[in-house]
């Protein structure tokens, strides 16, 4: 005979709801899905050819191949930071931060949002950076 609720996934009821209160606060985070930083690291020199005659775009166009290095904004010019935490503290520390400019980037970059396996794969590898 099966007593458990029907509705709660096997994950959740094992974890506890304490569990997925956290889930859903982090959901940018590499707790939902193990990121894998080799993919990373790939997808953040892919090129997206664009439409129009416009450069193709990938997130080295603004960041650089180079975390610990600055960066320089593709349309405004101005400088950024460098996104590696290994010389920048400051990176990967605010997760409201964090989903605003995925978001953003993402649309820019890739042209649609990044799925949150994406999301994970590039926290993943700007962590190890
Ligand atoms: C058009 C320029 C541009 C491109 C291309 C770009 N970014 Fe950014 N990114 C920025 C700017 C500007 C900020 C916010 C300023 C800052 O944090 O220095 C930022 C911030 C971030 C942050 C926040 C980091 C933190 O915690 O401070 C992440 C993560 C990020 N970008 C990831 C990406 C990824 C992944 C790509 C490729 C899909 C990408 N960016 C492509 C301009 C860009």
Redesign the pocket.
Known sequence: MNHTHPDVPIGLRSAGLHCACLLMAAAWSTAVHAGDPAAGAR??VREYPQPGGVPA???V???TADLAQP?R???TG?S??P?APSVNP?????PA??AK??G???R???GRA?TAAE?AD??AY?ETQ
């Open positions: 997808a953040w775009r990938s997130c166009t603004c960041h960066g904004h593709a349309k101005k950024i930071e996104m400051e990176r990967l520390t605010d931060k964090v400019w995925l953003r980037n993402c820019w970059t890739l990044c999301k590039f926290l700007i």
